[in-house]
C-alpha cells in the first residue's frame, strides 16, 4: 500500500541553528507537497516538487525531490521563532491522491 | 471571503448519533478532499472528489463515512452510527486543476468532532 513516512518526529533547535525533516514513500510519487501546520491551525501549503532530483528554495527554506521520486527533504537555514510548527510532507500520486506523513514538530529555542 | 470554509467548528455528539459535516470550498476549485487528523499525527486521507465525481475513498474507511458534492460545488460528509474512535479533527480541502497553483490544497479550519 501506499505510505509516507517522515523522520524525525519532534526536533527541538535554538534559534539561528538548521533544521532538516526528512520524508521517504513506499511507492515512487507523481509529485511531493510540504505544508506547515502552527499550533491549532490548519495546514498550509508551502511548495510542490514534481521533477525527478528538483531543488527549490523559498528564502531560509530548501526543497528537495529525489532522483527516483521516492523520497524527499526539507531544510531549514538559521531557524527563528516564527518557524516553529509541524512541518508535513504529502506523497501525491497520479490519481491526485495525497497521503500525508506524520510530521515534524520543529521547536525553536530563543 | 475567497477561502474554505467547514461547518459546524465544533460538534459534540453521543456514540451511535449520525452527524453531518458541511465544506464550502474556494468556488472556482474542481477538486475537494476530506482527511482526518488526530492529535500528533498527519492529516489522514479518507476521500476526494473531482466536480462532482467521488474519484477514490480510502480503503480504511467504514461504510458508516460517506461524502456527497452535489453539482460538485459544496460538500458533506455523514458519519452514521458515530463510535468514540471516530473523535478527530475532520479537514475539507480543495484545489484547482490548472493555473499557476495547480494541486495547492488550500485548507478549511476544520470540524472538531468529539463523540461521548
Known amino acids: 500500500g501506499q505510505q509516507v513516512m517522515q523522520i524525525p518526529q519532534y526536533q527541538h533547535v535554538q534559534e539561528g541553528e538548521d533544521f532538516t525533516t526528512y520524508c521517504n514513500s513506499s511507492t515512487t510519487l507523481s509529485n511531493i507537497q510540504w505544508y506547515k501546520q502552527r499550533p491549532g491551525g490548519h495546514p498550509v501549503f508551502l511548495i510542490q516538487l514534481v521533477k525527478s532530483g528538483e531543488v527549490k528554495k523559498q528564502k531560509r527554506l530548501t526543497f528537495q525531490f529525489g532522483e527516483a521520486k521516492k523520497n524527499s527533504s526539507l531544510h531549514i537555514t538559521a531557524t527563528q521563532t516564527t518557524d516553529v510548527g509541524t512541518y508535513f510532507c504529502a506523497g501525491g500520486w497520479r490519481t491526485y491522491k495525497y497521503i500525508f506523513g506524520t510530521g515534524t514538530r520543529l521547536k525553536v529555542l530563543a | 471571503d475567497t477561502g474554505v470554509s467547514q461547518d459546524p467548528r465544533h460538534k459534540i455528539t453521543k456514540r451511535g448519533q449520525n452527524v453531518t459535516f458541511r465544506c464550502d470550498p474556494i468556488s472556482e476549485h474542481n477538486r475537494l478532499y476530506w482527511y482526518r487528523q488526530t492529535l500528533g499525527q498527519g492529516p489522514e486521507f479518507l476521500t476526494y472528489?473531482?466536480?462532482?465525481?467521488?474519484?477514490?475513498k480510502s480503503r480504511l474507511l467504514s461504510d458508516r463515512f460517506s461524502a456527497e458534492r452535489p453539482k460538485g460545488s459544496f460538500s458533506t460528509l455523514e458519519i452514521q452510527r458515530t463510535e468514540q474512535g471516530d473523535s478527530a479533527m475532520y479537514l475539507c480541502?480543495?484545489?484547482?486543476?490548472?493555473?499557476?497553483?495547480?494541486?495547492?490544497?488550500?485548507f478549511g479550519p476544520g470540524t472538531r468532532l468529539t463523540v461521548l
Open positions: 480541502a480543495s484545489s484547482s486543476i490548472q493555473g499557476l497553483k495547480n494541486n495547492e490544497q488550500f
Open positions: 472528489f473531482q466536480n462532482e465525481a467521488q474519484l477514490e
